[in-house]
């Protein structure tokens, strides 16, 4: 198993069942939706508008990520599979699943808007129906949540005790500092973080693609990252 699409193929196999599973609960869940939605709507005068199911494959990839890193580390360790090789296989099959799942939500959105009003983050956002608009950004965003949580388990399986314990407690420390310097310079830090955020999903242009290239290279950064806690990573229980 030294080739990096042997790798991919391998790390893809796994996620077949956790796919199957979720959007089985996502098929249940979307017609209890449905039938909800259309309940709302015939009890209720003028428009209304639902949405809010896209956060669900946000959250799936996330913990998939969170999920995909030591076992698979420890099994190709085994099988002679280099750190670099494991690495390239993690962020092919990575991409790849957030790609398939970009196209099935967008489609799921379609098939919603027909039914129902509903309306999907990329429509809340961006104010568009562009299908294909609607899967590139969610697959930079999809692709995103995806190495932030494969980044995190790889940062906590290279920290001992003393560090993981730092890591964790240090986003609310962050949060406190934050507040702090926030109400002692009238509020400097969240315009700042205001304005990053307007920037980075492009919310002033409303240009999905300007966002969907911000956040692809995010994940970029992410990745690099990874690249460089792998580096050397030892075998632990």
């Known amino acids: 198993m030294n080739n990096t699409w042997k790798v991919s193929k391998y790390l893809i196999s796994d996620f077949k069942k956790s796919l199957a599973i979720y959007y089985g609960i996502m098929l249940t869940l979307t017609v209890v939706f449905v039938v909800m939605a259309i309940r709302l709507v015939n009890r209720t005068t003028g428009n209304v508008t639902i949405g809010g199911l896209g956060s669900a494959s946000l959250i799936f990839l996330f913990i998939a990520g969170l999920n995909s890193f030591k076992t698979n580390f420890k099994f190709m360790q085994a099988n002679n599979v280099s750190r670099k090789r494991f690495m390239a296989g993690s962020v092919v099959t990575l991409t790849i699943v957030s790609a398939l799942m970009a196209v099935i939500d967008s489609v799921i959105t379609v098939i919603l808007s027909t039914i129902i009003p509903y309306e999907g983050f990329f429509k809340q956002i961006y104010n568009s129906d562009f299908f294909f608009g609607d899967v590139i950004w969610s697959f930079a965003s999809l692709t995103l949540f995806a190495f932030l949580g494969?980044?995190?388990?790889?940062?906590?399986?290279?920290?001992?005790?003393?560090?993981?314990?730092?890591?964790?407690?240090?986003?609310?420390?962050?949060?406190?500092?934050?507040?702090?310097?926030n109400d002692y310079k009238m509020g400097i830090v969240r315009i700042g973080?205001?304005?990053?955020?307007?920037w980075a999903f492009s919310l002033n242009s409303l240009n999905p693609y300007i966002a969907?290239?911000?956040?692809?290279?995010?994940?970029?950064?992410?990745?690099?990252?990874?690249y460089l806690l792998i580096y050397k990573a030892p075998i632990k229980d």
């Open 150 to 181: 494969f980044f995190i388990t790889m940062l906590y399986y290279r920290c001992n005790k003393l560090m993981k314990v730092v890591v964790s407690i240090s986003p609310v420390v962050l949060m406190i500092l934050i507040n702090l310097i």
């Open 212 to 226: 969907a290239l911000n956040t692809l290279i995010g994940a970029a950064l992410l990745v690099a990252l990874c």
């Open 193 to 198: 973080i205001t304005k990053f955020f307007t």
